[in-house]
């Protein structure tokens, strides 16, 4: 799990209950279930105007890497990219078909393939490159899925507020009923202001750098299987995988 994430999450929404609370406030005075369906039925509902189906479903299944951690170590794979070098040189690239079955990285399983089947290496990088192209692009939809929640979340707490503004307007000889209307009017836009910069903006930026990180590991997995296609010393191989790292995963590394 990233325990950033939830802690950040947790404590945006704690600050500000907090500071409530501390005010003399009380959290039934903000629980409106009226707001709550105008701000995020109207902001679902723009989403799914704006994205096709196909986008929204990546976008909440890729929602996972804004709350867990990468399951991919870059290490490990320089390591074991190495090492393939080491057993070609001395068996030949033939002999690396017996590791494709443990390589659970359909990527990387798919470029160590396209090496054992001896493409030339130029070809092998034009279709890595142009799978990993199409997958940045595909992935990066799911990010804007976020950020236009975030963007439409403010605008419907803004339309919530001027319901509850309009329905306070209709019955001010009724002033009975006045407080729901009002509280209506300024829930939904705490609604719509809050999820949008508490959630829907930090997850969208949280899942970009996530994706970002996962596109460098697959950029290092084609150089590397492009040396070792190309039959690349096994130490200089190392040192230029290497240099995709982070600084302590060099240290480790080292």
Same mark, same amino acid.
């Given at each position: 799990?990233?325990?950033?994430?939830?802690?950040?999450?947790?404590?945006?929404?704690?600050?500000?209950?907090?500071?409530?609370?501390?005010? %003399?406030?009380?959290?039934?005075?903000? /629980?409106?279930?009226?707001?709550?369906? @105008? *701000?995020?039925?109207? !902001?679902?509902? =723009? #989403?799914?105007?704006?994205?096709?189906?196909?986008?929204?479903?990546?976008?909440?299944?890729? %929602?996972?890497?804004?709350?867990?951690? /990468?399951?991919?170590?870059?290490?490990? @794979? *320089?390591?074991?990219? !190495?090492?393939? =070098? #080491?057993?070609?040189?001395?068996?030949?690239?033939?002999?690396?078909?017996?590791?494709?079955?443990?390589?659970?990285?359909?990527?990387?399983?798919?470029?160590?393939?396209?090496?054992?089947?001896?493409?030339?290496?130029?070809?092998?990088?034009?279709?890595?490159?142009?799978?990993?192209?199409?997958?940045?692009?595909?992935?990066?939809?799911?990010?804007?899925?976020?950020?236009?929640?975030?963007?439409?979340?403010?605008?419907?707490?803004i339309l919530g507020a001027v319901?509850?503004?309009?329905?306070?307007?209709?019955?001010?000889?009724?002033?009975?009923?006045?407080?729901?209307?009002?509280?209506?009017?300024?829930?939904?836009?705490?609604?719509?202001?809050?999820?949008?910069?508490?959630?829907?903006?930090?997850?969208?930026?949280?899942?970009?750098?996530?994706?970002?990180?996962?596109?460098?590991?697959?950029?290092?997995?084609?150089?590397?299987?492009?040396?070792?296609?190309?039959?690349?010393?096994?130490?200089?191989?190392?040192?230029?995988?290497?240099?995709?790292?982070?600084?302590?995963?060099?240290?480790?590394?080292?």
């Open positions: 799990m990233d325990l950033l994430t939830i802690i950040g999450v947790l404590l945006g929404i704690g600050a500000i209950i907090g500071g409530m609370l501390l005010e %003399g406030g009380t959290l039934h005075s903000i /629980s409106q279930f009226t707001a709550a369906i @105008i *701000v995020f039925g109207g !902001t679902f509902g =723009a #989403v799914f105007v704006t994205y096709p189906s196909k986008t929204v479903i990546a976008a909440i299944k890729n %929602g996972r890497f804004a709350f867990t951690g /990468s399951s991919v170590n870059p290490v490990s @794979i *320089v390591d074991e990219i !190495t090492g393939f =070098a #080491v057993l070609a040189r001395k068996d030949g690239l033939l002999s690396l078909e017996s590791k494709l079955k443990a390589i659970t990285n359909p990527f990387y399983r798919k470029g160590l393939q396209l090496v054992v089947d001896g493409t030339e290496p130029r070809i092998t990088r034009e279709i890595l490159e142009i799978d990993l192209e199409y997958r940045e692009e595909y992935n990066n939809s799911s990010a804007k899925v976020y950020e236009s929640a975030g963007g439409y979340a403010p605008t419907i707490g319901l509850g503004l309009i329905h306070v307007m209709e019955n001010l000889a009724e002033p009975e009923r006045l407080g729901a209307g009002i509280a209506v009017a300024f829930v939904a836009t705490i609604y719509g202001v809050g999820s949008a910069n508490l959630f829907w903006l930090p997850i969208a930026g949280k899942i970009k750098l996530k994706l970002r990180e996962e596109m460098i590991v697959n950029e290092m997995i084609i150089e590397g299987l492009i040396s070792l296609s190309e039959g690349e010393i096994p130490i200089r191989l190392k040192e230029k995988l290497t240099g995709f790292l982070k600084e302590s995963e060099r240290r480790t590394a080292a």
